[in-house]
T-cell receptor, first 114, second 113 residues
Framework: DGGITQSPKYLFRKEGQNVTLSCEQN?????MYWYRQDPGQGLRLIYY???????QKGDIAEGYSVSREKKESFPLTVTSAQKNPTAFYLC?????????????FGPGTRLTVT | GENVEQHPSTLSVQEGDSAVIKCTYS??????FPWYKQELGKRPQLIID?????GEKKDQRIAVTLNKTAKHFSLHITETQPEDSAVYFC????????????FGSGTQLTVLP
């Protein structure tokens, strides 16, 4: 299971607060991804990054922000603008997409906002 | 828009029986189709994938078939065991997605002892 880690496992926040979820990988992967998982809706792509200092919006980027200052790290900030932030958040990584599409997932962070 | 549809959303089978999960996709240019398994409380893990130049791929009790003409692909699990109980997600690379995976909505498979 090692290689890609997320912390914390559970996170509780009050409405109106920004919160940052951590994702770290030591697989030397070029690409990293953030997904949101809701019951019955599969995995929806929030943001992805194929190289350091570059990232792209996914299907549901509104209310989220990311940074990619280091190859190993891709933190996700859930801002107060996200209307329904309570969800399970999964980070993933892959080697350069031209070589392989396989994604390796972290254990996830369950965020609850009240 | 481009998407991946997965059916059924829930599936119960008796231990030892086969299970089949089907996904359809809208983009005829899609060329990569993975299946991920997510056990309760754990991370999704790739169990098998297929590329568009192949019609079928097997790995022990698991197989994936691809029908490019009909734009659907299926996961087949034979001789099911209780440890096969999990949520299964299909995915595809869609042409409008900058080569990112688009996931189906998932199938909760329950293998009854």
């Amino acid at each position: 299971d090692g290689g890609i880690t997320q912390s914390p496992k559970y996170l509780f926040r009050k409405e109106g607060q920004n919160v940052t979820l951590s994702c770290e990988q030591n697989l030397n992967h070029d690409a990293m991804y953030w997904y949101r998982q809701d019951p019955g809706q599969g995995l929806r792509l929030i943001y992805y990054s194929q190289i350091v200092n570059d990232f792209q919006k996914g299907d549901i980027a509104e209310g989220y922000s990311v940074s990619r200052e280091k190859k190993e790290s891709f933190p996700l900030t859930v801002t107060s603008a996200q209307k329904n932030p309570t969800a399970f958040y999964l980070c993933a990584s892959s080697i350069e997409p031209a070589r392989s599409y396989e994604q390796y997932f972290g254990p996830g962070t369950r965020l609850t906002v009240t | 828009g481009e998407n991946v549809e997965q059916h059924p959303s829930t599936l119960s089978v008796q231990e030892g029986d086969s299970a089949v999960i089907k996904c359809t996709y809208s983009d005829s240019a899609s060329n990569y189709f993975p299946w991920y398994k997510q056990e309760l409380g754990k991370r999704p893990q790739l169990i098998i994938d297929i590329r568009s130049n192949v019609g079928e791929k097997k790995d022990q009790r698991i197989a994936v078939t691809l029908n490019k003409t009909a734009k659907h692909f299926s996961l087949h699990i034979t001789e099911t065991q209780p440890e096969d109980s999990a949520v299964y997600f299909c995915a595809a690379i869609l042409s409008g997605s900058a080569r990112q995976l688009t996931f189906g909505s998932g199938t909760q498979l329950t293998v009854l002892p």
